[in-house]
């Protein structure tokens, strides 16, 4: 993923989280894939919000990006897996506290 390509998806998923009530804690986007903290509304399941995220962002990527579409394996830009883990703040991953925005791929 190149770093405009990187840098829009954040854009897309921080427009994203804001209009459907997400809160992002933090966010790292490597090349092929994405760690996100997020909180939402109880009405949204783990499964929506994924959905939302990953469906969204993809349409307006290969919008602005429609190059993309050919060079992607089956022309897909999202994967349909994911993995969900409930944590509670200040939230961990292997032993290491993160704040809000030290997530592996983000620029901080």
């Known amino acids: ?11 897309l998923f921080r427009a994203i989280a804001e209009q459907y009530d ?18 939402a509304p109880p009405k949204y399941s783990p499964a929506k919000i994924v959905e ?3 469906s969204i962002s993809s349409k307006e ?9 050919k060079e992607l394996w089956a ?3 999202w994967s349909d897996g994911y993995f969900v883990r409930t944590v509670r703040l200040p939230f961990c991953h292997g032993g290491k506290s993160y704040g809000r925005t030290s997530l592996p791929g983000s620029d901080s």
């Open 22 to 39: 997400f809160e992002i804690d933090a966010m790292g986007i490597e090349v092929d894939h994405v760690h996100i903290f997020i909180s």
């Open 52 to 54: 939302v995220l990953k």
């Open 75 to 77: 022309g897909e830009f």
């Open 61 to 69: 990527v290969f919008k602005e990006f429609p190059e993309l579409e």
């Open 1 to 11: 993923m190149t770093k405009q390509v990187k840098n829009r998806v954040e854009e």
